[in-house]
């Protein structure tokens, strides 16, 4: 494996990090390599790849730490997190800039508590699947590069399963609980050192905290935004979960939504309901004031900065509805105004009526077939003809409305088949899933589950 390594994070404070190297596994063996991805992260790899995105080697160059963090999980602060079972391997420069690359599911660290450290096929492949979904769909998200066969039995819930380790990639991992974590310490030099790290990763043109601030809030509203767009649910938005450059992380009890309810929840921990899809905005907003909180130790003025980080915070609001806006607004091809806006919610509306498929009813529109999924509903036919006068760019609403996306059933099939070891239905929906704005040739892959087949609860898998 051959890189340009240039390991940032690693040269910051010790506090910071434990150095840990990967705990090697008994017979590494790969499941898939990500060679485009590795091409744009300016990587080269010989036949033996898997030894080293497994754990048993070391790159050349790379400098493997476990980083820590905080966290508040389910509204409940925890003070010390940190990576129980990754291993930052490093970054690496290339034609795309600085990435880092890391593995899950290799082995115990400071951070471990009572687990294990390692992963199962199931997280793996979930969490290779969805993340490289989402980039198809244009989300920002962590990236998979690989994933490798450990050659070991876990020992989980639903008994022994073979062991598995992801290895990802991401613009940084820190979190919103990253910054809890130093300000929890009243450690400044490692705060300040941290916001430094985090305005290079991310956002450059950011001086002060408030700039930073202001940039996170409107990065995730964004982001929450496009997560609405598509049907996603992340299931266990925790402030460890949540990345300060706006993009998606931590693919635990994920998932997407068959027929549309506004308060959709699939995460088996999420008994409240607290990440349900219509609070995800709530939660994100949430989780923005907890990094104010946590960045208040970089002003000069507390008093002056608890009042504008709060103004900030609360805007989180108004971006987000913007950018919903624009989303939906593309999703039903016309310009976002308040005609657009009341023509969603009636759209949606009658989705949520009748349980109609959410994916499927904003393909109907782009394929001219809205009628054969909502057509029974008493509004339809008005909501259709105050659509139609509106003269809608019909053309470019397949390039928004995904024809597939990673649905519940499919992922939970293509667990079960893995574990047995048949990997033909990863590879088959990997590969529709790079195109998700295509027509798809496998009508099982764009079809709504039966009722048989529909999955009602998902689970983190570690």
């Given at each position: 494996?051959?890189?340009t390594w240039?390991?940032?994070?690693?040269?910051?404070?010790?506090?910071?990090?434990t150095?840990?190297a990967?705990?090697?596994v008994?017979?590494?063996?790969?499941?898939?390599?990500?060679t485009?991805?590795?091409?744009e992260?300016?990587?080269?790899?010989?036949?033996?790849w898997?030894?080293?995105l497994?754990?048993?080697?070391?790159?050349?160059?790379?400098d493997?730490?476990?980083?820590?963090?905080?966290?508040?999980q389910?509204?409940?602060?925890?003070?010390?997190?940190?990576?129980?079972r990754?291993?930052l391997l490093?970054?690496?420069l290339?034609?795309?800039?600085?990435?880092?690359v890391?593995?899950?599911?290799?082995?115990?660290?400071t951070?471990s508590?009572?687990?294990?450290?390692?992963?199962w096929?199931?997280p793996?492949?979930?969490?290779?699947?969805?993340?490289?979904?989402?980039?198809?769909l244009?989300?920002?998200?962590?990236?998979?590069?690989?994933?490798?066969s450990?050659?070991?039995?876990i020992l989980?819930?639903?008994?022994?399963?073979?062991g598995?380790?992801?290895?990802?990639?991401?613009s940084?991992?820190?979190?919103?609980g990253?910054f809890q974590?130093f300000?929890?310490?009243?450690?400044?030099?490692a705060?300040?050192v941290?916001?430094?790290?985090?305005?290079?990763?991310?956002?450059?043109?950011?001086q002060?905290?408030?700039?930073?601030l202001?940039?996170?809030?409107a990065?995730q509203a964004?982001?929450?935004?496009?997560?609405?767009?598509v049907?996603f649910?992340h299931?266990v938005?925790?402030?460890?979960?949540?990345?300060?450059?706006g993009?998606?992380?931590?693919y635990g009890?994920?998932?997407?939504?068959?027929?549309?309810?506004?308060?959709?929840?699939?995460?088996?921990?999420?008994?409240?309901?607290?990440?349900?899809?219509?609070?995800?905005?709530?939660?994100?907003a949430?989780?923005?004031?907890?990094l104010?909180?946590?960045?208040?130790p970089?002003?000069?003025?507390?008093d002056?900065?608890i009042i504008?980080?709060?103004?900030?915070v609360?805007?989180f609001?108004?971006?987000?509805e913007?950018?919903?806006?624009k989303?939906?607004?593309?999703?039903?091809?016309?310009?976002a105004?308040?005609?657009?806006?009341?023509?969603?919610?009636?759209?949606?509306k009658?989705?949520?009526?009748i349980?109609?498929?959410f994916?499927?009813?904003?393909?109907?529109?782009?394929?001219?077939?809205?009628?054969a999924?909502l057509?029974?509903h008493?509004?339809?036919a008005?909501?259709?003809?105050?659509?139609?006068a509106?003269?809608?760019?019909?053309?470019?609403?397949?390039?928004?409305?995904?024809a597939?996306?990673?649905?519940n059933?499919?992922?939970?099939?293509m667990i079960?088949?893995a574990?047995?070891?048949?990997m033909?239905?990863?590879?088959a929906?990997?590969?529709a899933?790079?195109?998700?704005?295509?027509?798809?040739?496998?009508?099982?892959?764009?079809?709504?589950?039966?009722?048989?087949?529909?999955?009602?609860?998902?689970?983190?898998?570690t």
């Amino acid at each position: 494996m051959q890189a340009t390594w240039d390991n940032s994070y690693a040269a910051l404070p010790s506090q910071m990090f434990t150095r840990q190297a990967p705990v090697p596994v008994a017979a590494p063996e790969g499941l898939i390599l990500n060679t485009n991805h590795a091409e744009e992260l300016g990587i080269t790899f010989d036949g033996d790849w898997p030894v080293f995105l497994a754990g048993n080697q070391i790159p050349p160059g790379a400098d493997p730490i476990a980083q820590a963090y905080a966290g508040h999980q389910f509204g409940h602060w925890n003070p010390q997190l940190g990576d129980g079972r990754a291993v930052l391997l490093g970054e690496v420069l290339g034609p795309q800039g600085r990435f880092d690359v890391q593995l899950k599911g290799a082995g115990r660290t400071t951070w471990s508590r009572n687990g294990d450290g390692r992963a199962w096929y199931g997280p793996v492949l979930r969490e290779y699947l969805i993340s490289e979904a989402m980039h198809a769909l244009g989300i920002p998200t962590t990236r998979a590069l690989a994933a490798v066969s450990t050659g070991e039995t876990i020992l989980r819930e639903q008994g022994p399963l073979p062991g598995a380790v992801i290895c990802r990639t991401a613009s940084s991992h820190i979190r919103v609980g990253t910054f809890q974590y130093f300000t929890a310490r009243d450690d400044k030099q490692a705060l300040e050192v941290l916001f430094q790290q985090a305005i290079k990763r991310h956002y450059s043109e950011a001086q002060t905290a408030e700039h930073f601030l202001s940039a996170a809030v409107a990065a995730q509203a964004r982001l929450i935004a496009q997560w609405m767009g598509v049907g996603f649910i992340h299931g266990v938005m925790n402030t460890d979960n949540s990345h300060v450059g706006g993009i998606t992380i931590d693919y635990g009890p994920c998932a997407f939504m068959d027929d549309f309810v506004p308060m959709k929840t699939f995460s088996s921990i999420d008994r409240q309901g607290r990440y349900a899809y219509g609070n995800q905005p709530n939660l994100a907003a949430w989780n923005m004031a907890q990094l104010a909180t946590a960045l208040l130790p970089l002003t000069k003025d507390r008093d002056a900065s608890i009042i504008r980080f709060t103004e900030i915070v609360q805007g989180f609001g108004d971006i987000f509805e913007r950018e919903y806006s624009k989303v939906f607004s593309r999703k039903i091809g016309l310009p976002a105004d308040q005609e657009t806006d009341a023509l969603i919610d009636g759209f949606l509306k009658m989705m949520a009526d009748i349980g109609a498929d959410f994916t499927l009813c904003f393909r109907a529109l782009a394929i001219g077939d809205a009628h054969a999924h909502l057509g029974a509903h008493p509004d339809f036919a008005d909501w259709h003809a105050r659509w139609q006068a509106a003269r809608p760019a019909r053309g470019k609403l397949a390039q928004v409305n995904p024809a597939i996306i990673p649905r519940n059933h499919l992922i939970e099939a293509m667990i079960a088949d893995a574990v047995a070891g048949d990997m033909r239905l990863f590879h088959a929906l990997h590969g529709a899933l790079k195109t998700p704005f295509s027509h798809c040739e496998t009508p099982r892959f764009i079809a709504a589950p039966s009722p048989q087949e529909v999955v009602t609860k998902t689970f983190c898998g570690t």
